[in-house]
């Protein structure tokens, strides 16, 4: 993999990993386990992981940082794999939003 560039393609490819996971082997995949284990099971791993970016932000480690969310993004990926979302899906509300104010888009959020 290390001949593949180092950018955002790199979701893509982590998540169709992921989805090929569901059904495994348990015991030959972190990944099939998640999903075996369900929902509950899953959005607790990233639950977990989004408090050990948010720790080690807090410890100002930027190396640290870095790792945490490479895991809360995979779990992330698993979470949506898991509730049928597309990254496409995700890809498209972040453009809908691109260039709208921050906080008129929350304010939009409100209303709905």
């Known amino acids: 993999m ?27 995949s972190y990944t099939a386990g998640l999903f075996a284990d369900g929902i509950g099971a899953i959005t607790q791993k990233f639950g977990e992981e989004a408090v050990e970016t948010m720790v080690a932000a807090l410890q100002q480690s930027a190396a640290e940082v870095t790792g945490e969310s490479a895991d809360l993004l995979y779990h992330l990926l698993v979470l949506w794999a898991e509730m049928g979302i597309e990254p496409a899906d995700v890809w498209a509300e972040l453009q809908r939003r691109e260039g709208t104010s921050g906080l008129a888009e929350k304010k939009a959020r409100s209303k709905r």
């Open 2 to 28: 290390a001949d593949k560039p180092a950018d955002s393609a790199v979701l893509e490819r982590l998540f169709e990993v992921i989805r090929s996971r569901r059904g495994g082997d348990v015991e030959q």
